[in-house]
T-cell receptor
């Protein structure tokens, strides 16, 4: 069974631009969560989607948003990029919400210049 | 809120040495506990887990026991290999409200010398 895939793997953007990252969960998994990983803050939870509904949200500004499609694929969007948004963005999928075994993708490395 | 505290790193060991990585947690409910490993350039892989007090998770020679009385979940391995070099994260999931949010520790880098 294929793992979690994330596209693109690497991205360079300029301050003020917006970016969209994509995540395809493991087949059959219906819950997708997003995390931001930085050297300073470590791994921080962004949000979780299940059945196209946001079930939980971390403490990030409204510039960070996401959505989930009927096929469980998910996208996250960051608008008005700031230098501090440079990070590795990790997506994780699980069978359903509340089911605690999450499987992570390789991440998208975003660099904001 | 929930939090996870890991010992400061990095840690450098010789091959076949004994490994202990400390992890303590704070949670309002009864969390599940996890160790994840991240190899260079990759995402996180679940190493082991424990869902209730006194459970022992084990995988690939690594073990950790859920200690509710000391709110700890220390990772141990009897004999490390060069291939164990990676970053290790302790994490918890408080399933109250049926959410899957993981709270992670800062991570610790392990380097194993031949």
């Amino acid at each position: 069974k294929a793992g979690v895939t994330q596209t693109p793997r690497y991205l360079i953007k300029t301050r003020g631009q917006q970016v969209t990252l994509s995540c395809s969960p493991i087949s059959g998994h219906r819950s997708v969560s997003w995390y931001q990983q930085t050297p300073g803050q470590g791994l921080q939870f962004l949000f979780e989607y299940f059945s196209e509904t946001q079930r939980n949200k971390g403490n990030f500004p409204g510039r960070f948003s996401g959505r989930q499609f009927s096929n469980s694929r998910s996208e996250m969007n960051v608008s008005t990029l700031e230098l501090g948004d440079s990070a590795l963005y990790l997506c994780a999928s699980s069978i359903r919400d509340g089911y605690y075994e999450q499987y992570f993708g390789p991440g998208t490395r975003l660099t904001v210049t | 809120g929930d939090s996870v505290t890991q010992m400061e790193g990095p840690v450098t060991l010789s091959e076949e040495a004994f490994l202990t990585i400390n992890c303590t947690y704070t949670a309002t409910g009864y969390p599940s506990l996890f160790w994840y490993v991240q190899y260079p350039g990759e995402g996180l892989q679940l190493l082991l887990k424990a869902t209730k007090a006194d459970d022992k998770g084990s995988n690939k020679g690594f073990e950790a026991t859920y200690r509710k009385e000391t709110t700890s979940f220390h990772l141990e391995k009897g004999s490390v290999q060069v291939s164990d070099s990676a970053v290790y994260f302790c994490a918890l999931s408080d399933l109250a409200g049926a959410n899957s949010k993981l709270t992670f520790g800062k991570g610790i880098t392990l380097s194993v010398r031949p």
